[in-house]
């Protein structure tokens, strides 16, 4: 699929404007999905670690 259903935000767009329209739009847009794969190599965000254990 080449636009969001949540957000109606099109491949195209993005492509243009630079700006992706809704956080679905990485899971519903096939060829964004495939950029952002090959750009991470499969790696996924496992958000910020805490060093020492301080908060």
Same mark, same amino acid.
């Given at each position: 699929m080449n636009k %969001?259903? /949540?957000c109606n935000t099109t491949y195209? #767009?993005?492509?243009q404007t630079g700006f992706v329209g %809704?956080?679905? %739009? /990485? #899971?519903e847009i096939e060829p964004l999905k495939e950029a952002v #794969?090959?750009?991470y190599n499969g790696k996924k965000h496992k958000g910020k670690r805490v060093k020492n254990g301080n908060i």
């Open positions: %969001c259903p /949540y195209n #767009e993005i492509l %809704c956080a679905h %739009c /990485y #899971e #794969e090959k750009m």
